[in-house]
């Protein structure tokens, strides 16, 4: 079994990847800036291990799908693209929702708060741009043809 293919995936295919491998750092990075900070808790380690993981199923996925994969492409679509995508924007709209304002925790907020939305916030566009380029045309093609 090998990780990828020896053909060309198209650049639609390619960009995902790329893509998908850029979100992994970037949860990567929020997972250093929130232990770092002191933010993960007392013992942090378990969480820690569990993204690890996660990390690491997800490049091993996102390897398969640019080796056209189509069980991987529809894992990364349905696990990560939404199951994924649902862990992160949560908790920033459950404390939306619970009347928290805004404007007033951007105020107060530390260079740990900013990195830590940046990041999470370019890990979602990372994977909302991802999830369509997997079903472009030609991606579709691609993944017929080697799947």
Known sequence: MTLLTTGRPPVAVRAAAG?????VALGALETVIVV????AGEHPLAGVLFRCAVYAAAILTTLRMR???????????LVLGIVG???????????LAGGNSLSAVVDDA?????ATAASRALHV????????LMFT???NA??????
């Open 142 to 147: 691609y993944f017929k043809k080697t799947g």
């Open 137 to 139: 045309r030609s991606a």
């Open 85 to 95: 995508t649902l862990s992160l924007i949560i908790e920033p709209i459950s404390w």
């Open 67 to 77: 080796a056209g994969r189509r069980w991987a492409r529809l894992a990364l679509a």
């Open 36 to 39: 770092g900070s002191g933010q």
């Open 19 to 23: 893509l998908w491998l850029i979100a």
């Open 125 to 132: 566009a990372a994977v909302w741009a991802a999830v369509p």
């Open 110 to 114: 530390d260079l740990t708060w900013w």
